[in-house]
């Protein structure tokens, strides 16, 4: 088991952009696909994006494509979620996961952060 624990949150203006990180300890982190998932009020936890053990491939579900961009630093066994031009539908609570295999398009990961809210508002 790896044990995940995600910051950055907060409040951003439409436009803006924030940067959530993810913290990792635990078995070696490197060896895990990294993957990053959001829940708004109301609704199912939805596929946001992951990265490879590597970090040499990664994969964002088209609503994000072009404005997140995921990485890793394997020496500090953290992975991040740049977020640029926020709009207030990505208002949510962002989850960090971890997955042992190297599937990192998928969204079936099994090891979970507790989350850090964004929320896009004027």
């Known amino acids: 088991q790896v044990q995940l624990v995600e910051s950055g949150g907060g409040l951003v203006q439409p436009g803006g952009s924030l940067r959530l990180s993810c913290a990792a300890s635990g078995r070696t982190s490197s060896n895990y696909a990294m993957g990053w998932f959001r829940q708004a009020p109301g609704e199912a936890r939805k596929f946001v994006g992951g990265?490879?053990?590597?970090?040499?491939?990664?994969y964002y579900t088209n609503s994000v494509k072009g404005r997140f961009t995921i990485s890793r630093d394997n020496a500090k066994n953290t992975v991040y979620l740049q977020m640029n031009s926020l709009k207030p539908e990505d208002t949510a609570v962002y989850y960090c996961?971890?997955?042992?295999?190297?599937?990192?398009?998928?969204?079936?990961?099994?090891?979970w952060g507790q989350g850090t809210q964004v929320t896009v508002s004027s």
């Open positions: 996961a971890a997955r042992r295999d190297n599937i990192y398009y998928r969204d079936n990961y099994d090891n």
């Open positions: 990265i490879s053990w590597s970090g040499s491939y990664t």
